[in-house]
Structure formats: C-alpha cells, structure tokens
C-alpha cells in the first residue's frame, strides 16, 4: 500500500501510509504446526489484539527509522517465531494447521496527527482506538489469507 488511505474517526483520521511484508530474515524449514483443540475453538474468535504506547526514544529521531528499525527487529524474531508468518491451512480430511511458509507479517506505518493521547486511554473503548487496529474485526479463521500477525506504527 503505497498511497495513503483515511479513516475517519469523526472529525478525525488515522492515515494509513506504507505496508510492508515482513518475513524471516533467514528461511525457515517448511512445516505444518498442527492446532490443538483449545487453538481450534479460537478460530471463530476475533483477531487478539493489543496496543502498547511509547514515546519516541530520541527527540530527533524520526518516525521512519523508528518503523525501519521494527522492521528489521520483526523479521529476526520471525526466525524464532516463523509460525507466525505461515497461514491457516485447512486439509481435505478437514485438519487445521499452520503453514510454516514464511509468507510474512504486516507492517503498517500510520499517523494520526489529530488525536490526543487521553483518547487512547480513556477506559471505554471508542472508535479512534479502533482505527489504530489494522484488523479490527476480523476473525482467526480470516488466517487463511490475511498474515497471523499484523503491526501498525503510529505517529
């Protein structure tokens, strides 16, 4: 996703910017992680997410070295965590696995100029802190073709 896309959180936006695929930074071994049972009643859950709010380490340094330095981080994880970076995959005997292809995670760089901090960590959840999630909404079982793991950085 190269041009930016809005959305509207009432008067405000989220700009989306810049997608990236993140994969391992080393090839993993093709495999299939089968689910266990507790793992398959969670596929018609919603995406788990969470947030997490940091300032910027150093005054000067700006937004894009941050987001290349995640990028660069996220994808030497992924070589412990290459799971991750695999999709759901459903067999004809009707087993769910992962599979361990190193497709790649999402990286979404974000900006959202116009809200404030204490939006965010008001107690209710409104739809400003929605916008902040790339899959709001979207179920485990959509891991058959959307990455398992998404991360939007935003400024």
Known sequence: MSAEAQIPCGNRAVRLGRKSTVIPASPSQPQQCKLCP??????CCDYI??????????????FISVAELLKKSLSEALVYFYPLAGRLRTCSDGVVYIDC??????????????????EITEAEVG???RQLFALDGASNLNGHFLPLLVVQVSS
């Open 101 to 118: 292809n190193d497709a790649g995670v999402d990286l979404i760089e974000a900006s959202a100029p116009d809200v404030d901090i204490q």
């Open 38 to 43: 507790s793992d398959l009643q969670m596929l």
């Open 49 to 62: 997410q969470k947030g997490l709010l940091y300032q910027m380490p150093f005054a000067d340094q700006h």
């Open 127 to 129: 739809p400003v802190v």
